[in-house]
């Protein structure tokens, strides 16, 4: 265990969109052209230093990683509710925690 500790290793690790400018900051510190975000938003005007750098490179910002699977739609098994699933249901409503039931014996 460690007595100092940063978060910075942990963050990392969430920053799994990664986008990297096509124009001639690439080659500029610290950055190099690479811009790494927990969340799938792509570098736009909105972001603060947006303005400095259209001035300053003009480059354009291509997705180079996401995380694996990102995006593909999780294939679900259709099933058809029969009957009994339908009353399975019914019976978990009516003997839940705020069932009719439990909610007349507090009234």
């Given at each position: 265990m460690q007595v100092y500790h940063t978060f910075h290793d942990e963050v990392?690790?969430?920053?799994?969109?990664?986008?990297?400018?096509?124009?001639?900051?690439?080659n500029r510190k610290p950055f190099f052209g690479y811009v790494k975000r927990a969340m799938n938003r792509a570098p736009s005007e909105r972001d603060p230093w947006w303005n400095d750098h259209k001035r300053t490179c003009n480059g354009t910002y291509i997705k180079i990683k996401e995380p694996e699977g990102y995006g593909k739609?999780?294939?679900k098994?259709?099933?058809?509710?029969?009957?009994?699933?339908?009353?399975?249901?019914?019976e978990k409503l009516?003997?839940?925690?705020f069932s009719k039931k439990r909610l007349g014996q507090y009234i």
């Open positions: 990392d690790q969430y920053r799994q969109h990664w986008w990297r400018c096509s124009g001639p900051c690439q739609k999780k294939s098994e259709k099933s058809d509710k029969t009957g009994q699933e339908k009353i399975h249901k019914k009516e003997t839940g925690l």
